[in-house]
């Protein structure tokens, strides 16, 4: 029984893993609706995140998106399992 749940309990790990990075957003790439569905991130301010990194460039960092106007640190860090910024550099 006791490796029955083992097994279960690391099938769900396992899956876990793969839901998380199936819902991993990267700020640099991400369209205005993916954007809009993050905690706290609605259409104006998925527009301004956009907008904002058409100025400036890419993201360096997650913590970046402060400089967004409208999102602060609370917000970033409600989103920030699942925020990435890939591999863009500036």
């Known amino acids: 029984m006791r490796t029955v749940r083992h097994l279960v309990g690391a099938a769900a790990l396992a899956l876990s ?3 998380f990075a199936a819902d991993a957003v990267d ?19 998925a527009e301004a995140i956009i907008a904002y990194r058409q100025q400036h460039g890419p993201f360096a960092s997650v913590d970046q998106l402060v400089d967004v106007k409208g999102i602060g640190d609370k917000t970033v860090e409600r989103n920030r399992e699942r925020l990435t910024v890939g591999t863009a550099t500036r």
């Open 27 to 45: 700020i640099n790439t991400a369209d205005a609706q993916t954007l809009a569905a993050l905690d706290g991130i609605g259409a104006a301010k």
């Open 17 to 19: 893993t793969l839901v």
